[in-house]
Nanobody, 116 residues
Framework: QVQLVESGGGLVQSGGSLRLSCAAS????????MSWHRQAPGKERELVADITRFSAVTNYAESVKGRFTISRDNAKNTVYLQMNSLKPDDTAVYYC?????????WGQGTQVTVSS
């Protein structure tokens, strides 16, 4: 069964950085495009970034473009999200998934809180 375990969240001041990790299992990671999503309190979950299976193409939401970088290590079945210049609006629970997202595969997410 698909398992996605996110980690690396925490409390950081505005302008700070965090690196999120997502360990994947239960499917052929190297053949799957992957994505990061986030859900802020009272808002719908939104796609933040996605990456093709061999890292050839990455896409970002306009709100994070130039600040966040998605990457992956197929040997470790892990996808990363480097977040720089964090803003209070980035506060959310962050989730990884395949891309397009598989509805039954959401993990527990990792909380990112950015203080002003």
């Amino acid at each position: 069964q698909v398992q996605l375990v996110e980690s690396g969240g925490g409390l950081v001041q505005s302008g700070g950085s965090l690196r999120l990790s997502c360990a994947a299992s239960g499917f052929t990671f190297g053949r799957s495009d992957m994505s990061w999503h986030r859900q802020a309190p009272g808002k719908e979950r939104e796609l933040v970034a996605d990456i093709t299976r061999f890292s050839a193409v990455t896409n970002y939401a306009e709100s994070v473009k130039g600040r966040f970088t998605i990457s992956r290590d197929n040997a470790k079945n892990t996808v990363y999200l480097q977040m720089n210049s964090l803003k209070p609006d980035d506060t959310a629970v962050y989730y990884c998934n395949q891309h397009p997202a598989a509805s039954g595969s959401w993990g527990q997410g990792t909380q990112v809180t950015v203080s002003s």
